[in-house]
């Protein structure tokens, strides 16, 4: 049986936790868990615990959040672990060449894109705004360059015509996981030699901002369907109405609507509210007024009370 590895795992959010708790159950040993500091947040902005650093406690890991992954207190914390091998996914944070030294056999990075497509930090919403058909994961050995490492091993998952990146996220996570441990297992056993990535088909995946997220109705239908649920949950697609900003959830492409009015106007019916685009309307789902919790569009439009010709900017 090839001996278990001594493992530092570098995860924030909850799209990491089914990559860690996979790793629980390998057989290797998780001797450490980085994550990012706490954080303010809720109404009370109390400090709160990261989604990976709270699994970490509840199984009894040491936590380490530092500012930064090259502050020296952590490197020589690191260096006292003695790491194998150190997996990471969404971290959030720069890990630079004298934290990579620290392990054995170095960091591996699970990233939610068929690389070398969509380096950065959103690939998953640039899949889904981009339009792709197919997207997947890869696991690859983390270096200095951009996720220009190396890769252990790939799967590729369908794009569905209603996904939001929430819901994509979430299955490439789950699924990602077993990957991730299938590599760790390859990487302990002696079997895998990484491959390194093809020079061509290199896209970028900045994160999306706010600015990003603002819905331009002069777009046809598709291309407003694509930006909406790419930037869902966040940043949060929006729109403003009389010059208040509402937040906008993934809407439906509606043909054969005769009447083409401006782009933005809204078109108000008893059982459903349409806006105009460049092409067909699209119809709007759940939306988020200022202050209010989200809610279908025909009950906002019931107290909003769009007058005829009025629209979205």
């Known amino acids: 049986m090839t001996a278990p590895l001594r493992l530092v795992f570098a995860g924030t959010p909850a799209v990491a936790v089914p990559p860690l708790e996979r790793l629980l159950r390998t057989g290797h040993e998780v001797v450490a868990v980085v994550t990012r500091p706490d954080a ?14 709270e699994v970490a406690d509840a199984h009894g890991i040491e936590v380490l959040t530092p500012a930064k992954a090259g502050d020296p207190d952590f490197l020589a914390r690191l260096a006292d672990l ?63 360059g951009l996720d220009t490492g190396p890769v252990f091993g790939t799967l590729t998952e369908l794009i569905r015509p209603s996904d939001t ?52 109705w002069s777009a046809p239908a598709f291309a407003i369907d694509r930006r909406i649920r790419a930037c869902t949950p966040a940043p949060g697609a929006w729109t403003t109405f009389r010059g208040e900003r509402i937040k906008v959830g993934p809407v439906r492409s509606v043909p054969g609507v005769a009447d083409r009015p401006a782009p ?29 919790k989200a809610m279908q569009a025909t009950d906002w439009a019931r107290g909003a009370r769009p007058e005829p010709g009025e629209r979205f900017e």
């Open 264 to 292: 933005g106007t809204l078109l108000v019916e008893r059982k459903r509210i349409l806006v105009a685009t460049a092409t067909d309307p699209v119809e709007l789902g759940e939306v988020v007024p200022p202050g209010k």
């Open 165 to 216: 990146a929430g819901a994509l996220l979430e299955r490439l996570s789950v699924a990602g996981a077993e990957l991730l441990a299938q590599v760790v297992d390859g990487i302990a056993a002696g079997a895998l030699t990484p491959v390194a990535q093809p020079s061509d088909g290199v896209s970028l995946a900045p994160k999306l901002t706010v600015e990003d997220a603002h819905v331009d």
């Open 40 to 53: 303010p947040a809720g109404r009370g902005r109390r400090l709160q615990r990261s989604p990976v650093g």
């Open 82 to 144: 003695e790491p194998d091998l150190a997996p990471v996914v969404a971290y959030g944070g720069l890990v630079p060449p004298s934290a990579l030294a620290v392990p054995r056999l170095g960091w591996i990075n699970l990233h939610f894109s068929l690389l070398p497509a969509w380096r950065g930090a959103a690939p998953v919403q640039h899949a889904i705004l981009h339009g792709d058909e197919i997207t997947g994961a890869a696991v690859f050995q983390l270096e200095k």
